[in-house]
């Protein structure tokens, strides 16, 4: 596996509570549903009837997992009528998960070939 250059290296060394706060942002892309769902938020807001159909999971499952990330400030969420529409916070949160979906090619395309 290779390293590609850092464009947004963080300029100092972390603080413990900074440390802290990025191993919970961590834990909570580390469940495929949660990180299903922000993947399908970087194109543009959706419903969770949307979501749900993206991520194949039941309505219920699907809205516990909106809610612990809008609880921990990564998705936004307005009022449509009856439906609430969810949105990425910002533009870092895409590019994490950007991040660790290349991550994964990298390492998908770097695995020996069995015959």
Known sequence: MHLS????????????????????????????????????????????TTLTEVCGAARPAVSQHLARLRLAGLVSTRKEGRRVIYALRDGHLRRLVDEALNVADHRLSDRPVHD
Do not use: I, M, N, W
């Open 5 to 48: 250059p850092a464009h947004d290296v963080h300029p100092r060394t972390p603080s413990e509570e900074q440390l802290a706060l990025a191993a919970e942002l961590l834990a909570l892309l580390g469940d495929r549903t949660r990180l299903t769902l922000l993947h399908a938020l970087r194109g543009g807001e959706a419903d969770v």
